[in-house]
């Protein structure tokens, strides 16, 4: 039985779906079981793939019947989609999970299911573990959620299917129910990297690339029929893509150009090994490609690069930054950072100060390296304390913000077309925000209380910035299409 992502249970029937021309009330069968009006609960832990996975689940639940809700309480399916990369999310999980033990025995026909990586890798023993756990479901069967919440509600819970994706093409579509102008389109699964201290390889598999016209076609149709403005191309390391099918991400770019509609192209996640001249070149020529680009370094050692097994130098990395730099003098860059990884001296932990200097990002993310089991640095003895990460991380945060604000304070008089995508409250005062083609935020008053400014095109003047975000003031509403004359 072939299964994996894009493929459902062949021996699973399929849903009926009818609608009552009267009432319009939606009834859905699949074999014998009716699958009445249902609400779903999801939270989702970790990387942008989770969200978009999530987003796909979700989808796919609407054919059965189910909505998504807010409220837990409300929810006669919860489902976790887990991040086995972080301690924090873990926890949270793991304490959330336990929570639904109290929740099923309010809620006696409450289901409760878990995906993503965790399950990946530990699907089996946690629903062994967890009597209130009904099934787990791991990063290559998303698509047959259908499949298997019928299976819970035919009575036949307590499993898990965690089974890797053996079809030749990684093909799939991009689902995506929140109509937002944004989409996450997933171009590669998986990771053939192995850095020392990450999970993904066991929980994500081998690298698979979609076909570049099945992508192009996917995000025309996303264009046309569900307004799409935005799309971010998503991977485990976006830079392999097409390593296994002859094609090369520039030229996905480039094809994605064309497409009339689509106003902005962002990608994410990148690995400085697999950064081509070619597509350091379609930084430059590109119009849609986003001025951001996100590529992690971990650390300005070559020494803990070494121990990473990131097969880059801080050389290498800087000539890169200086070569994007060259091609397009516009471009803001981020990165990542693992504070204090296996045995890192003071002096490497120094390297990691000196290289934000040189290189001057403009965020960064940043962790205390923590360990995940099976991976090769958990094999490693490891002599550096808890307490010594803490403070060279806070070092790390510290330092950066210093070279951020810096950095923001040039932003002011600044002018910016943003795409608004929500408001919050901001000493009181109602602000709408937004981002800007770099992917800097930009918080502003709208002319009027009842403006409602949400996915609309707006043009800003920065007034203010900090090492964080800039405030600004609204100059022209161009509504919810990008306007093309101006
Ligand atoms: S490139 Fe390294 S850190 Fe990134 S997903 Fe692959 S193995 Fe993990």
Not at 35 to 57: A, L
Not at 146 to 161: A, H
Not at 408 to 435: D, F, S
Request: charged share 25%; glycine share 8%; net charge neutral.
């Amino acid at each position: 039985m072939s299964t994996g992502l894009g493929v459902r249970n062949p021996e699973v029937p399929k849903e009926q779906i009818t609608v009552n021309p009267n009432t319009g009330q939606k009834t859905v069968r699949m074999g014998d079981l009716e699958f009445p009006p249902r609400k779903v609960w999801m939270k989702t832990f970790g990387c942008q793939m989770n969200y978009h996975d999530s987003e796909r689940i979700l989808s796919h639940l609407t054919d059965l019947n189910f909505t998504r809700t807010d409220k837990v309480d409300d929810a006669d399916m919860v489902l976790f989609n887990t991040c086995a990369i972080r301690d924090l999310s873990n926890n949270k999980f793991y304490s959330q999970l336990g929570e639904m033990k109290h929740a099923k025995k309010k809620k006696e026909d409450l289901v409760v299911g878990i995906g993503g990586c965790v399950a990946q890798t530990e699907g089996k023993e946690l629903v062994k573990k967890y009597k209130h756990l009904d099934f787990a479901f791991g990063t290559d069967v998303i698509d047959q959620i259908n499949d298997m919440v019928f299976r819970t509600y035919s009575g036949d819970n307590k499993f898990t299917i965690n089974s890797w994706d053996r079809s030749e093409n990684f093909s799939i579509e991009t689902k995506i129910t929140h109509g937002s102008p944004q989409a996450f389109v997933n171009i590669i699964k998986g990771c053939n990297k192995y850095c020392t201290y990450c999970i993904v390889p066991y929980t994500r598999g081998k690298e698979r690339s979609r076909k570049k016209a099945e992508v192009i076609e996917d995000v025309r149709k996303l264009v046309e029929y569900q307004g799409i403005q935005e799309v971010t191309l998503l991977g485990q390391n976006v830079n392999s893509y097409g390593h296994d099918n002859g094609e090369t991400l520039s030229e996905l770019i480039m094809g994605l150009e064309e497409i009339n509609g689509l106003q902005l192209i962002r990608y994410t996640t990148s690995h400085p090994y697999d950064v081509s001249d070619e597509l350091i070149a379609v930084h430059g020529t590109s119009k849609k490609l986003s001025n951001h680009l996100h590529l992690p370094v971990q650390s300005g050692s070559d020494g803990v690069l070494k121990r990473m097994h990131r097969e880059y130098t801080i050389e290498h990395y800087l000539g890169l930054l200086e070569k994007l730099r060259k091609s397009n003098p516009n471009i803001v860059l981020s990165t990542d950072i693992i504070a204090g990884f296996v045995n890192e001296t003071d002096e490497e932990h120094r390297m990691t100060l000196d290289l934000l200097d040189k290189a001057q990002y403009d965020f960064i993310y940043s962790y205390a390296y923590s360990m995940r089991n099976n991976t090769r640095a958990s094999k490693m003895e490891d002599l550096l304390t808890d307490d010594i990460r803490g403070e060279r991380l806070r070092e790390i945060q510290k330092y950066q913000l210093g070279i951020q604000a810096k950095i923001r304070e040039k932003l002011v008089g600044n002018q910016y077309r943003i795409l608004v995508e929500g408001y919050g409250n901001m000493g009181g005062v109602k602000k709408w925000r937004g981002r800007t083609n770099c992917n800097r935020i930009v918080h502003f008053l709208p002319s009027s209380d009842e403006q409602d400014l949400q996915w609309n095109w707006v043009d800003v003047k920065v007034t203010s910035a900090t090492a964080l975000s800039c405030q600004g003031d609204l100059l022209e509403v161009h509504g919810r299409r990008y306007p093309t004359s101006k």
